[in-house]
Nanobody, 115 residues
Framework: QVQLLESGGGLVRPGGSLSLSCAASENIFNFNAMGWYRQAPGRQRELVATMHVDGREDYAHSAKGRFAIWRENAKNTVYLSIYPLKPEDTGVYYC?????????WGQGTQVTVSS
């Protein structure tokens, strides 16, 4: 059973920065891709960033320029950094790992951007 453990969420002021981490229970190269979704209050979950197994990165239009996804292979961990944070970045951030037609999900970590 694949487990994804997210951490790094919290309360941050606008203009600040945050890094989220997603630690997988197995080698991340076993997955076709890993990524981060965001679900803002009252809105649908949206994909914000993807790291493909070959190292390619994809970002949602709303995430370009402020979001960065990277991985630390030795730790089987994928990260998402956000700077500068805006109030509209508030939401629950979920890590996802894709293998074939199956998606594995983490439990989510709350990010709140408020002064």
């Amino acid at each position: 059973q694949v487990q994804l453990l997210e951490s790094g969420g919290g309360l941050v002021r606008p203009g600040g920065s945050l890094s989220l981490s997603c630690a997988a229970s197995e080698n991340i190269f076993n997955f076709n891709a890993m990524g981060w979704y965001r679900q803002a209050p009252g809105r649908q979950r949206e994909l914000v960033a993807t790291m493909h197994v070959d190292g390619r990165e994809d970002y949602a239009h709303s995430a370009k320029g402020r979001f960065a996804i990277w991985r630390e292979n030795a730790k089987n961990t994928v990260y998402l950094s956000i700077y500068p944070l805006k109030p509209e970045d508030t939401g629950v951030y979920y890590c996802v790992a894709v293998r074939g037609s199956y998606d594995y999900w983490g439990q989510g970590t709350q990010v709140t951007v408020s002064s």
